[in-house]
């Protein structure tokens, strides 16, 4: 069983930048693939970036490329998601997830775990 909490949240003017960070219980976090999700009001939880579980491959949607970077510290069992340039359509409850399987997963469907959420809000 793994418990995920995210942080870093918060109210941001557009171009400024955000951390946000998922911090993990549990004895096998180094083994999980991880992954950062997005959802707006009325909208699908998406995809925003994934990481293998070593972290030596990643996956950006197109939305954030160059803006937004995932990297994780097993050793403190924490998940990071530096964002930058930050617009208005940032705006969302962005959710860390864990899969078991290890490797870079991109559907909802492969993600074991889930953490409650943290609100992000950008202001134009």
């Known amino acids: 069983q793994v418990q995920l909490v995210e942080s870093g949240g918060g109210l941001v003017q557009a171009g400024g930048s955000l951390r946000l960070s998922c911090t993990a219980s549990?004895?096998?976090?180094?083994?999980?693939?991880m992954g950062w999700f997005r959802q707006a009001p009325g909208k699908e939880r998406d995809l925003v970036a994934a990481?293998?579980?070593?972290?030596?491959?990643?996956y950006y949607a197109d939305s954030v490329k160059g803006r937004f970077t995932i990297s994780r510290d097993n050793a403190k069992k924490t998940l990071y998601l530096q964002m930058n340039s930050l617009k208005p359509e940032d705006t969302a409850v962005y959710y860390c997830a864990a899969a078991r399987i290890g490797r870079l997963s991109l559907e909802v469907y492969e993600y074991d775990y889930w953490g409650q959420g943290t609100q992000v809000t950008v202001s134009s």
């Open positions: 990481i293998t579980w070593s972290g030596d491959n990643t």
């Open positions: 549990g004895r096998t976090f180094s083994s999980y693939a």
